[in-house]
């Protein structure tokens, strides 16, 4: 995965209900995802690494 690369990041053990949006970095700890709601705007999401799983979509 890329910076850019639209996305769903999940839990792989509890709450499995994806966030979807658009890869913002992809580090060796950490991921970022840009997401936009429609009453908090434009928001960075970070998740840890370990213990999510992440699907291209």
Same mark, same amino acid.
């Given at each position: 995965?890329?910076?850019? *690369?639209? &996305? %769903?990041?999940?839990?792989? *053990?509890?709450?499995? /209900?994806?966030?979807?949006?658009?890869?913002?970095?992809?580090? #060796? /700890? /950490?991921?970022?995802?840009? #997401? /936009? *709601?429609?009453? %908090? =705007? &434009? &928001?960075?999401?970070?998740?840890? !690494?370990? =213990?999510? #799983?992440?699907?291209? !979509?």
């Amino acid at each position: 995965f890329k910076a850019g *690369d639209k &996305v %769903a990041i999940a839990a792989v *053990d509890y709450g499995v /209900e994806a966030v979807e949006g658009e890869l913002m970095f992809t580090g #060796r /700890e /950490e991921l970022i995802l840009r #997401r /936009e *709601d429609n009453r %908090a =705007g &434009v &928001v960075h999401v970070h998740f840890p !690494r370990l =213990g999510f #799983r992440v699907e291209k !979509r």
